[in-house]
T-cell receptor, first 114, second 114 residues
Framework: EPEVTQTPSHQVTQMGQEVILRCVPI?????FYWYRQILGQKVEFLVS????????KSEIFDDQFSVERPDGSNFTLKIRSTKLEDSAMYFC????????????FGQGTRLTVV | AQSVSQHNHHVILSEAASLELGCNYS??????LFWYVQYPGQHLQLLLK??????LVKGIKGFEAEFIKSKFSFNLRKPSVQWSDTAEYFC????????????FGTGTLLAVQP
């Protein structure tokens, strides 16, 4: 069964550093998403990406964040100048065409900012 | 505002007990509804989904959910839980729009005691 894969599974970084979280969506999917889950809180939408551009972003997704699909297979989330409060589990998801399709999630990257 | 509520944050059951987890959502338009499960250390997996048609949907591992439009609810049920059902359960709603992002509930942590 096709799956969404994320690397790394766990990343520890120092405050102020930049991190790049990587995702390989399911190959024929067209819509890509990043969500995050701060420990003990709900899963929150960050950004959606379609046709090589951001289609929607949440209030959380400020100038500190950026996404890219550099080579047609990877989908990355870059967090510049990380803060302690960026510590969370970050999930990538992808979805096929049409509204009546479900999103498939990766296993997540646990980011710890120290 | 679009929101999803899960009223049970932590549920403890004995094996063979019946399970019902509540999920309510705001807004009365056309929605797609999902339950995801997250086993310890694993990614979000789809349990079941509702797009249209029969409001009683059956998912994997013996789970089912009933969509009651008048109550804006999509409660998850299982007649007899097993120890292996210990996990966190998330209700999620797609309210439509350009990106079809998911709005998640806060999650319910289910612990099944053998």
């Amino acid at each position: 069964e096709p799956e969404v894969t994320q690397t790394p599974s766990h990343q520890v970084t120092q405050m102020g550093q930049e991190v790049i979280l990587r995702c390989v969506p399911i190959s024929n999917h067209l819509y890509f998403y990043w969500y995050r889950q701060i420990l003990g809180q709900k899963v929150e939408f960050l950004v959606s990406f379609y046709n090589n551009e951001i289609s929607e972003k949440s209030e959380i997704f400020d100038d500190q964040f950026s996404v890219e699909r550099p080579d047609g297979s990877n989908f990355t989330l870059k967090i510049r100048s990380t803060k302690l409060e960026d510590s969370a589990m970050y999930f990538c998801a992808s979805r096929g065409q049409g509204r009546n399709t479900e999103a498939f999630f990766g296993q997540g990257t646990r980011l710890t900012v120290v | 505002a679009q929101s999803v509520s899960q009223h049970n944050h932590h549920v403890i059951l004995s094996e063979a007990a019946s399970l019902e987890l509540g999920c309510n959502y705001s807004y009365g338009g056309t929605v797609n509804l999902f339950w995801y499960v997250q086993y310890p250390g694993q990614h979000l997996q789809l349990l079941l989904k509702y797009f249209s048609g029969d409001p009683l949907v059956k998912g994997i591992k013996g789970f089912e959910a009933e969509f009651i439009k008048s109550k804006f609810s999509f409660n998850l049920r299982k007649p007899s839980v097993q120890w292996s059902d210990t996990a966190e359960y998330f209700c999620a709603v797609n309210y439509g729009g350009a990106t079809n992002k998911l709005i998640f509930g806060t999650g319910t942590l289910l612990a099944v005691q053998p």
